[in-house]
């Protein structure tokens, strides 16, 4: 399996920028569709973004959109999540996930492989 580590987290005001990064392991990051999901304290794990093996197709949930742009660049073998005009309601451990040979998915049950996760955390 495809090994991920992120990067990227911090504390930051209320409408600052972020960019996660998310390095993966392996010659093959370009059969892997790659999603962000975060983890609020004392919240269930939610989606946040999901983007397909190309990065062509891309997915967010509604809270984002518009604020949060989920990009890659397969010839470093490295996935992205900008975040701007960040809110309290952002703070969360974000985490990467892979799936290989399959299309971009939300379902965090689609995704064998996980990073260990970056805390975010958005102070008011």
């Known amino acids: 399996q495809v090994q991920l580590v992120e990067s990227g987290g911090g504390l930051v005001q209320t409408g600052d920028s972020l960019r996660l990064s998310c390095v993966a392991s392996?010659?093959?990051?370009?059969?892997?569709?790659m999603g962000w999901f975060r983890q609020p304290p004392g919240k269930e794990r939610e989606f946040v973004a999901t983007?397909?093996?190309?990065?062509?197709?891309?997915y967010y949930t509604n809270s984002v959109k518009g604020r949060f742009t989920i990009s890659r660049d397969n010839a470093k073998n490295t996935l992205y999540l900008q975040m701007n005009s960040l809110k309290p309601e952002d703070t969360a451990v974000y985490t990467c996930?892979?799936?290989?040979?399959?299309?971009?998915?939300?379902?965090?049950?689609?995704?064998?492989?996980w990073g260990q996760g970056t805390q975010v955390t958005v102070s008011s």
């Open positions: 996930a892979a799936r290989n040979g399959y299309s971009a998915s939300q379902y965090p049950h689609d995704y064998p492989s």
């Open positions: 983007i397909s093996r190309t990065g062509g197709i891309s």
């Open positions: 392996g010659r093959t990051f370009s059969s892997y569709a």
